[in-house]
């Protein structure tokens, strides 16, 4: 039987995090939607070893379907090229925008009503589905990051499209989260052979942050990581 103790009136987020989770119900995928973004062997592992590590602590974890495919990815662009020319700037100082900031507020500017109206009517009807599986789960694992963490320069090294596209090879996972509104958290479980940080993302119901930290504090407490670090650092 699943527990979810629930979060008394008046409590803080914070104090969840002294609390036991109980026993949940963890979904896992390593599904994304972005078209040849290729998961690192590291992301993999991470994941992996993230798994075992929550059905050591009692939980139930299985594999779940995800219901979105690459398909949503042009819809969401243009959900993002919109968003990027809300921020008033003139036309006297779009030179003082970075290239990635000006080549997202262009595509944005050249978009018309219905192509805007219709992409957001397609993913709300997608979310909708997607909830309907993501809520059988107090949580759903998934790696955070495509790679591990890449070198300082790496996405303004190429022109703002190609900057653009190793954004969305980088971090297929946490864009689902952006459109469902749900919580989720990076925890750094794993180290691999360089001593970087490898990341798992949890995500939870929606409005369940308290399960969220909870479960986080005692992942934490198995697999602490306050002290570690690069070599380089």
Request: net charge negative; glycine share 6%; proline share 10%.
């Amino acid at each position: 039987m699943y527990t979810q103790p629930p979060r008394p009136a008046g409590e803080t987020f914070a104090s969840q995090a002294g609390r036991e989770p109980g026993r949940l119900r963890i979904g896992r995928s390593l599904q994304h939607a972005v078209e040849g973004a290729e998961v690192h062997p590291d992301c993999v592992a991470a994941y992996e070893d993230a798994s075992a590590l929550l059905a050591s602590l009692g939980h139930d974890v299985e594999d779940v379907e995800l219901p979105f495919g690459p398909d949503i990815v042009p819809m969401f662009e243009i959900i993002w090229y919109s968003m990027a020319t809300l921020a008033p700037v003139g036309p006297a100082q779009e030179d003082q925008l970075l290239p990635l900031t000006r080549y997202l507020r262009s595509r944005g500017q050249a978009l018309s009503a219905p192509e805007l109206l219709f992409s957001q009517a397609y993913l709300q009807a997608i979310m909708r589905s997607a909830m309907k599986i993501l809520n059988g789960y107090d949580a759903v694992l998934s790696p955070t990051l495509a790679s591990p963490p890449v070198p300082v320069g790496y996405f303004d090294e190429v022109a703002p499209a190609e900057n653009f596209e190793r954004q969305k090879r980088f971090t297929p996972y946490t864009a689902l989260y952006n459109l469902s509104g749900q919580p989720a958290v990076n925890v750094p479980l794993y180290w691999n052979a360089d001593g970087l940080p490898i990341g798992v993302m949890l995500a939870g119901r929606m409005g369940d942050e308290s399960t969220l930290i909870s479960l986080s504090a005692q992942l934490e407490a198995a697999r602490p990581w306050k002290d570690r670090h690069p070599p380089i650092w």
